[in-house]
Nanobody, 125 residues
Framework: VQLQASGGGLVQPGGSLRLSCAASGRTFSSYAMGWFRQAPGKEREFVAT????????YYADSVKGRFTISRDNAKNTMYLQMNSLKPEDTAVYYC???????????????????WGQGTLVTVSS
């Protein structure tokens, strides 16, 4: 599966953005999906993940209550709605696909098999 993330940009603190991850290739609905982010000088970190059917999600504590992950399998697209953005949310955001159903719920980037190219989110006044 090929993934392409989009929707990043510059936003003021307290603002909102919606990221999209478009998938092509093999059946999108076969994969649990996730969002990760990497800030300058830091390691890539888990943000959120969503089950193949979209009925179950997990979030990092740092974004819980502010970010919402969702997917539309008919459109082969995953989303990340980001509200109440903070400067510490500034990072390159990556979407990823989890190839093995047995690894569902994983927060480790090493467990994800396919990655998009990343989209930059900058939160600054």
């Amino acid at each position: 599966v090929q993934l392409q993330a989009s929707g990043g940009g510059l936003v003021q603190p307290g603002g909102s953005l919606r990221l999209s991850c478009a998938a092509s290739g093999r059946t999108f609905s076969s994969y649990a999906m996730g969002w990760f982010r990497q800030a300058p000088g830091k390691e890539r970190e888990f943000v959120a993940t969503i089950h193949r059917g979209g009925g179950s999600t997990y979030y990092a504590d740092s974004v819980k209550g502010r970010f919402t992950i969702s997917r539309d399998n008919a459109k082969n697209t995953m989303y990340l709605q980001m509200n109440s953005l903070k400067p510490e949310d500034t990072a390159v955001y990556y979407c990823a696909a989890l190839g093995s159903p047995r690894r569902w719920g994983s927060r480790s980037s090493g467990d994800y098999d396919y990655w998009g190219q990343g989209t930059l989110v900058t939160v600054s006044s």
